[in-house]
């Protein structure tokens, strides 16, 4: 089966612009998550959706970041204006039910932004 | 909330065995997962406890304690390639969400 697909792969703004990633989970997969890993960290869950709807979004800074998945299939997180700190790698990842089950996720390749 | 606890780098030998603890604290554990995650990389899973005990998969063993709140990761025979950051991530309750450690960085040695 085709992995998790993300793009852009790499990205570099000026702080105060605004940036988008997209994810398109693995075909069927109910549940979809956008986790930040900042460098030498583990990754920090920011949403998690089930279909379109919004099952977790505690940890996502709602004053700048936002993001949808409005077929409940690919999503887009934006951040916007993106600041130093919000320098990490995005991780998207997918699920096929609401239990984790015993495989856990699949995450995608990740794109990694850097703010100057 | 969660706390949970790997030491940050390990050293080990090519050929040797090495084992990357893992210690948590959380209300409503429901299972506990290793994954493996080269420099540059996505993490990709490696194994999965939910109940007390060892489950073996070829070189790699994972084993848990629910009474102790630890977990371990243990690495047989050595490569090269093993050299990478190891999370260990806890799920809490029926849900889907997963809760990473800041991750083990192994480099393995000639």
């Known amino acids: 089966e085709a992995g998790v697909a993300q793009s852009p792969r790499y990205k570099i703004i000026e702080k105060r612009q605004s940036v988008a990633f997209w994810c398109n989970p693995i075909?069927?997969?109910?549940?979809l998550y956008w986790y930040q890993q900042i460098l030498g960290q583990g990754p920090k869950l920011l949403i998690q959706?089930?279909?379109?709807?919004?099952?977790?979004d505690s940890q996502l800074p709602k004053d700048r970041f936002s993001a949808e998945r409005l077929k409940g299939v690919d999503s887009t997180l934006k951040i916007q204006p993106a600041k130093l700190e919000d320098s990490a790698v995005y991780l998207c990842?997918?699920?096929?039910?609401f239990g984790t089950g015993n495989r856990g996720y699949t995450f995608g390749s990740g794109t990694r932004l850097t703010v100057v | 909330g969660q706390n949970i606890d790997q030491p940050t780098e390990m050293t080990a030998t090519e050929g040797a065995i090495v084992q990357i603890n893992c210690t948590y604290q959380t209300s409503g554990f429901n299972g506990l997962f290793w994954y493996q995650q080269h420099a540059g990389e996505a993490p990709t899973f490696l194994s999965y406890?939910?109940?007390?005990g060892l489950e073996e998969k070829g070189r790699f063993s994972s084993f848990l304690s629910r009474s102790k709140g630890y977990s371990y990761l243990l690495l047989k025979e050595l490569q090269m390639l093993d050299s990478a950051s190891y999370l260990c991530a806890v799920k809490k309750g029926g849900g889907n969400k997963l809760t990473f450690g800041t991750g083990t960085q192994l480099k393995v040695e000639l």
């Open positions: 990842a997918s699920s096929p039910f």
């Open positions: 075909s069927g997969h109910a549940t």
């Open positions: 959706f089930q279909n379109n709807g919004v099952v977790d």
């Open positions: 406890n939910v109940l007390d």
